[in-house]
């Protein structure tokens, strides 16, 4: 009976033998020994082979490597060293791989195989698919026509030399009986560089298999070629590893230096040179032992899965921890992880690291802060025992991240649920991280309220049910702490950068809402008047901005979004970024949205489930689901739980009521809900207490928000900040920030740029062995599947010729397994094609569209010549493939999602599976589909934290196995790199990821964004400036922005401190104080310069002001008009640097003709 991992297996040997050719150690190639091809086998083959190195430049060339995706795949898109080459691309004649071999070494053994291949004539019989293997005839070039008369036939090769390690530097050896195939060697001596880290007399050695055959003529050149080739080096003695030198030194940085301790036991043994090469390791830790190596045309890697670790006598059933009444129950409850995790971490204190003194200090650093994570984790016990608030808080909380997880498998598995097998429990890393924040939250003055705590773990691990327990415990404890009207306000503020990630994290987040609402609705005495309620506060392509009026003809807004859905709830997107209900799953229906008061000026869309769940419309709940979605409504509830994008804060100098999010200014009325105090209508009245700012911010797939985003993000984060901070006593009390992120490097001085912050614990802290760091182990694949990677490169060869031949040898290969066994074979039936830009992506669409389609659907005639059954069968994909980029709609991108979870074995009358889906970094985070097992990634991705996150989209279902196929462009040097190193790159691939670089206070930076950073901290920082006209009474306080000054300079100075700069950083706070009082200046003269008396607003928009404004898009088109102290109020609506969209129509040139005539005449 086929499996998952059986139909990956098949996959993976069909694409070898399809692309490469037959194994000579592979027992099920036995009968292809001497096969017979019905085309030449340079057509037939794509990769493997060496063309004779007399042969004449243009017979060496691939007939179709001009044949590009406009070139499009083949240009480089990472700067002047990857540009492609002039001449065209032609086929290598050597190949050759380097070791590193002892002084006690005298003699090395190579065993050469390949296979050669002469013309026969063939049979009386209809052709079958030749080479790329279905085109007609008459698109065959002639001298492919001409070789295709014959067939060819295979006569396989195998011989074994000695290679002497004397004192000769360079010699050839003549393969015996190959016709011209000589065997290259090379000797030379370790660099100086390297000499301290090997033994002394250590030698590389370097050997390469050259085609020296005499070259033959067209069209029978190929008779010259040797294909499959491959040796194996093999010593006596063991090679010696190459040393990684990242790492070793005292000077290096400190996450250069753990990865250098994590990564001690691996090593590589051998580097290609034009192909990859493969280790035959025996061992393992500290003493592996390899003494043979070889050649791979397609290299593979196997990255083991990583999970949460079982910790016996802790109860981690959610159910039974929302029992525990006292200390001592809590004790008894989850005590032992405390001292389990003690044990643990004095174990990995007598880790022998053989005296190394870098890696011992290391260590103990590492070790010191599990101590400080023990630690916080024994005291958030302490205070929940201390704490009735706290203890209660706690209960509630897991009360309710059960109830949500019991919805969401009820919706899966609804059996598992009423038979009670389903049990709602946390990983032990999860509860752990609640309890270490337990003090930063019951105890806001605690210096751990200023830490940033990281949740790094691999994809799939559960960091989001981590912080979103965090998030339940933090709602729960402000409104047991701050009864009333104290209470409301925003409590948890999540931000994203994509808004793929806000659709996909909204569904979660909502249904811990809703949990929480129903927990309100049974206890309103203890939990609050006001409801808990989730807003999602993104761009307008995902939610409805404003509510409009009938006299509104903007499409986006809420008015218009729910007449469409109400129209045709088929045809139509939901007007929101949900389209059933986050709690019992029912879908949306036409009264689902209920816009009040009226349809012509609403301000309220009330969200109805229309099921039988306890959101449907009630008399004493008439409310419906606790979702808000459009902006006014926002700012009017000031809901409990945000999801935001990072963009959405460049508004902060723009909206006035943005304030309102981060408790400043706030007026309160009780029908009507919150006020800015320029906007509080005549009953509203201040509140008797300020409301409180967040009390937590977490910031999702941290590693996004890098380069110039980053930067952006970072400087208007000095006015997140300091409109955050309140006062307690003496102390500046700051919201807790918390991260999460699979992939980080130099977290801190990204955290620091970013928040300010500068002291950061990363969760949970790694120990000296990389497999186990108490919460996490690493699975060996004889325990669980791991993820595959394969390579593949072709040199003279196009990229498109390599990514059509792969996607038709996986998409034809999986069918044919589908009709053996569906439910195997379904992960592997949708294969996720990934690009690098979206240029790539679109010439990619028009060869998968048109001529994979076209060649699929005729598979089954490419087989050898005589056999019977072969690897490919005929399918049938759609015409167009569904694309996940940030081109398209929040809309379509949700419904592409649906259709990718859609399996192919079950018909659904809502969507039909997916054959091909092409991806953008956009699918890099936030998509969680457990079906998908296939992935080809064209080129290697530009970072390696884009390729982790990318490809670990497949295979997240250890029992579907994912295979990722990457596609490396021989000709630019990077992807050569990364092939020639496939196997030792993905060995340690984490430790390979990149550094960001994020410079808020750059000269480059603060151009872009110092006018929108003051005039935020201005407005919202003095209630007298909030209002949307305000902005003309900046003279009345002017001497009283100074605080302005000090907010920027000192974080400027918080920034760079650890850090080595160009400018003394005092100088730099001079520079930026100058700036703002300029700035500041300005303003004052903007104001004042009003010859025809209209006054001054922020903006044009803004309560459709008819004022001047003082703010200006980059791109505005009276920018130009403007006086120059005029022009330094620019400031972005997004962190990102984006213009407006052009849409391109294809006109219909008939009907224009007809037109013109018409005009004409």
């Keep these: 009976m086929a499996t998952p991992a059986t139909v990956r297996a098949d996959l993976v040997y069909t694409l070898r033998d399809d692309l490469l050719g037959p194994d000579p150690d592979d027992p099920r190639d036995a009968a292809h020994a001497t096969e017979t091809l019905t085309s030449s086998p340079a057509h037939w083959y794509l990769t493997g082979f060496l063309a004779p190195t007399g042969q004449k430049a243009e017979e060496k060339e691939d007939e179709e490597a001009g044949d590009d995706l406009s070139s499009a795949l083949d240009d480089a898109s990472e700067g002047e060293a990857d540009a492609p080459a002039a001449r065209r691309p032609v086929f290598p004649s050597s190949m050759g791989l380097s070791v590193l071999v002892r002084a006690a070494s005298k003699r090395l053994t190579v065993r050469v195989t390949f296979g050669t291949y002469a013309p026969a004539s063939p049979p009386p019989s209809p052709r079958s698919g030749e080479g790329l293997g279905v085109r007609p005839d008459s698109d065959i070039p002639p001298a492919e026509d001409a070789r295709s008369r014959h067939h060819w036939v295979r006569t396989p090769y195998e011989h074994t030399v000695t290679i002497p390690l004397d004192d000769k530097p360079r010699f050839d050896v003549l393969l015996e009986g190959s016709g011209g195939v000589v065997l290259r060697v090379v000797l030379r001596p370790v660099p100086e560089t390297e000499l301290a880290f090997v033994e002394k007399g250590t030698r590389y050695a370097t050997i390469f298999l050259v085609n020296q055959r005499d070259p033959i003529p067209r069209p029978e050149e190929d008779r010259g070629f040797i294909f499959q080739t491959r040796f194996t080096v093999s010593c006596t003695e063991d090679f010696v590893p190459r040393p990684n030198l990242r790492g070793a030194s005292p000077d290096a940085d400190i996450d250069e230096k753990v990865g250098d301790l994590l990564y001690r036991d691996c090593f590589e043994y051998a580097v290609g040179h034009g192909v990859s090469t493969v280790a035959k390791v025996q061992g393992q830790g500290r003493d592996p032992f390899c003494n043979e190596v070889s050649t791979t045309w397609l290299p593979t890697a196997e990255i083991e899965k990583v999970e949460p670790s079982e910790?016996?006598?802790?109860?981690?059933?959610?159910?039974?921890?929302?029992?525990?009444?006292?200390?001592?129950?809590?004790?008894?409850?989850?005590?032992?992880?405390?001292?389990?995790?003690?044990?643990?971490?004095?174990?990995?204190?007598?880790?022998?690291?053989?005296?190394?003194?870098?890696?011992?200090?290391?260590?103990?650093?590492?070790?010191?802060?599990?101590?400080?994570?023990?630690?916080?984790?024994?005291?958030?016990?302490?205070?929940?025992?201390?704490?009735?608030?706290?203890?209660?808080?706690?209960?509630?909380?897991?009360?309710?991240?059960?109830?949500?997880?019991?919805?969401?498998?009820?919706?899966?598995?609804?059996?598992?649920?009423?038979?009670?097998?389903?049990?709602?429990?946390?990983?032990?890393?999860?509860?752990?991280?609640?309890?270490?924040?337990?003090?930063?939250?019951?105890?806001?003055?605690?210096?751990?309220?200023?830490?940033?705590?990281?949740?790094?773990?691999?994809?799939?691990?559960?960091?989001?049910?981590?912080?979103?327990?965090?998030?339940?415990?933090?709602?729960?404890?402000?409104?047991?702490?701050?009864?009333?009207i104290g209470s409301a306000g925003v409590t948890v503020l999540m931000r994203y950068t994509l808004r793929l990630l806000t659709l996909d994290q909204l569904e979660r987040a909502a249904a811990l809402i809703c949990a929480l609402e129903l927990r309100r609705r049974k206890d309103p005495q203890k939990l609050g008047p006001q409801r808990f309620s989730i807003g999602l506060w993104v761009g307008k392509s995902a939610t409805p901005n404003r509510f409009g009026t009938d006299q509104d003809h903007d499409e986006s807004t809420a008015l218009n979004r729910v007449k469409k859905f109400r129209e045709d709830p088929k045809k139509n997107p939901s007007p929101i970024p949900l389209d059933r209900c986050p709690w019992c799953g029912e879908s949306f229906h036409q009264d689902t949205f209920e816009l009040k008061p009226d349809f012509k000026a609403p301000d309220r869309l009330r969200v109805v489930c229309t099921g039988k769940c306890e959101f449907r419309w009630q008399k004493d709940h008439p409310e419906g689901i606790p979702i808000l979605a459009v902006d006014d409504e926002i700012y009017r509830e000031l809901p409990c739980f945000l999801i935001a994008t990072v963009d959405k804060f460049a508004g902060l100098p723009w909206v006035g009521k943005t304030g309102l999010l981060l408790g400043k200014n706030v007026t309160h009325h009780n029908q009507l809900g919150f006020y800015g105090p320029a906007e509080m209508p005549p009953t509203a009245r201040p509140l008797p207490e300020p409301l409180l700012p967040p009390d937590l911010i977490i910031q999702d797939e941290l590693h996004l928000i890098s380069g110039p985003l980053g930067t952006m993000v970072g400087l208007y984060e000095t006015a997140i900040d300091h409109l955050t901070t309140r006062q307690i006593g003496e102390k500046r009390v700051r919201p807790k920030i918390v991260a999460s992120t699979a992939t980080v490097r130099r977290a801190q001085a990204q955290i620091r740029a970013l928040f300010g912050r500068s002291e950061v614990e990363v969760f949970p802290p790694p120990g000296p062995n990389r497999r186990t760091s108490?919460?996490?182990?690493?699975?060996?694949?004889?325990?669980?599947?791991?993820?595959q990677y394969v390579g593949l490169s072709a040199p003279g060869r196009s990229q498109k010729v390599l990514l059509m031949r792969t996607y038709i040898a996986l998409l034809s290969a999986a069918q044919r397994t589908f009709l053996e066994d569906p439910k195997a074979a379904d992960p592997y039936m949708t294969l996720v094609g990934y690009f690098n830009s979206l240029r790539e992506l679109g010439g990619s669409?028009?060869?998968?569209?048109?001529?994979?389609?076209?060649?699929?659907?005729?598979?089954?005639?490419?087989?050898?010549?005589?056999?019977?059954?072969?690897?490919?069968?005929?399918?049938?994909?759609?015409?167009?493939?569904?694309?996940?980029?940030?081109?398209?709609?929040?809309?379509?991108?949700?419904?592409?999602?649906?259709?990718?979870?859609?399996?192919?074995?079950?018909?659904?009358?809502?969507?039909?599976?997916?054959?091909?889906?092409?991806?953008?970094?956009?699918?890099?985070?936030?998509?969680?589909?457990?079906?998908?097992?296939?992935?080809?990634?064209?080129?290697?991705?530009?970072?390696?934290?884009?390729?982790?996150?990318?490809?670990?989209?497949?295979?997240?279902?250890?029992?579907?196995?994912?295979?990722?196929?990457?596609?490396?462009?021989?000709?630019?040097?990077?992807?050569?790199?990364?092939?020639?190193?496939?196997?030792?790159?993905?060995?340690?691939?984490?430790?390979?990821?990149?550094?960001?670089?994020?410079?808020?206070?750059?000269?480059?930076?603060?151009?872009?964004?110092?006018?929108?950073?003051?005039?935020?901290?201005?407005?919202?920082?003095?209630?007298?400036?909030?209002?949307?006209?305000?902005?003309?009474?900046?003279?009345?306080?002017?001497?009283?922005?100074?605080?302005?000054?000090?907010?920027?300079?000192?974080?400027?100075?918080?920034?760079?401190?650890?850090?080595?700069?160009?400018?003394?950083?005092?100088?730099?706070?001079?520079?930026?104080?100058?700036?703002?009082?300029?700035?500041?200046?300005?303003?004052?003269?903007?104001?004042?310069?009003?010859?025809?008396?209209?006054?001054?607003?922020?903006?044009?928009?803004?309560?459709?002001?008819?004022?001047?404004?003082?703010?200006?898009?980059?791109?505005?088109?009276?920018?130009?008009?403007?006086?120059?102290?005029?022009?330094?109020?620019?400031?972005?609506?997004?962190?990102?640097?984006?213009e407006g969209t052009t849409d391109v129509y294809v006109a219909d040139l008939r009907a224009s003709q007809n037109a013109l005539a018409r005009a004409e005449s």
């Design 845 to 1138: 669409q028009r060869i998968v569209e048109e001529e994979v389609r076209a060649r699929l659907m005729r598979a089954s005639l490419r087989h050898r010549a005589g056999e019977t059954s072969a690897h490919f069968v005929d399918r049938k994909i759609a015409f167009e493939c569904v694309e996940l980029t940030s081109r398209r709609t929040t809309d379509e991108v949700k419904e592409a999602k649906e259709r990718l979870e859609q399996v192919h074995f079950e018909k659904s009358k809502k969507h039909a599976p997916v054959d091909v889906a092409l991806a953008s970094n956009m699918i890099s985070v936030g998509v969680d589909i457990q079906r998908l097992g296939l992935m080809v990634v064209c080129g290697q991705p530009k970072t390696t934290a884009e390729y982790i996150q990318a490809t670990s989209r497949v295979g997240r279902d250890a029992k579907r196995p994912g295979l990722v196929v990457t596609l490396l462009n021989a000709h630019k040097p990077r992807d050569r790199s990364h092939f020639e190193h496939f196997a030792a790159y993905h060995q340690s691939f984490y430790r390979g990821v990149e550094a960001t670089s994020i410079t808020p206070f750059s000269p480059r930076a603060v151009d872009r964004g110092i006018a929108g950073l003051v005039v935020a901290l201005a407005r919202l920082g003095d209630p007298r400036l909030t209002a949307p006209d305000a902005a003309e009474k900046v003279g009345d306080v002017k001497t009283e922005l100074g605080f302005i000054g000090d907010v920027i300079a000192n974080r400027a100075e918080a920034h760079r401190k650890g850090q080595t700069g160009d400018d003394p950083i005092d100088d730099v706070k001079a520079v930026l104080r100058a700036r703002i009082d300029a700035l500041l200046d300005s303003w004052t003269r903007v104001v004042k310069d009003d010859p025809t008396k209209d006054g001054l607003a922020y903006q044009k928009y803004e309560e459709q002001s008819s004022k001047r404004p003082l703010l200006r898009m980059p791109l505005d088109e009276d920018l130009a008009k403007c006086k120059d102290h005029e022009k330094v109020f620019v400031a972005n609506r997004s962190m990102r640097d984006v």
């Design 311 to 484: 910790v016996k006598g802790v109860t981690l059933e959610m159910r039974e921890l929302a029992k525990i009444e006292d200390a001592e129950t809590l004790k008894d409850k989850v005590g032992k992880l405390v001292t389990a995790y003690g044990e643990w971490i004095e174990a990995q204190a007598d880790t022998d690291l053989d005296g190394h003194a870098t890696r011992m200090d290391t260590a103990a650093g590492l070790l010191d802060a599990a101590r400080r994570a023990k630690a916080r984790i024994e005291r958030g016990i302490r205070i929940l025992g201390e704490s009735p608030a706290a203890l209660e808080a706690f209960r509630v909380a897991n009360d309710v991240m059960a109830d949500a997880q019991t919805q969401r498998e009820k919706r899966k598995d609804p059996a598992s649920v009423a038979s009670g097998k389903f049990v709602p429990k946390w990983r032990p890393f999860q509860l752990a991280f609640l309890l270490m924040n337990v003090a930063a939250q019951v105890e806001p003055t605690s210096d751990e309220r200023d830490w940033v705590d990281l949740i790094f773990f691999p994809t799939g691990g559960g960091k989001t049910e981590a912080y979103l327990g965090l998030a339940a415990f933090t709602l729960v404890l402000r409104r047991l702490t701050h009864p009333g």
């Design 774 to 787: 108490f919460f996490a182990e690493t699975v060996p694949t004889t325990k669980a599947n791991a993820r």
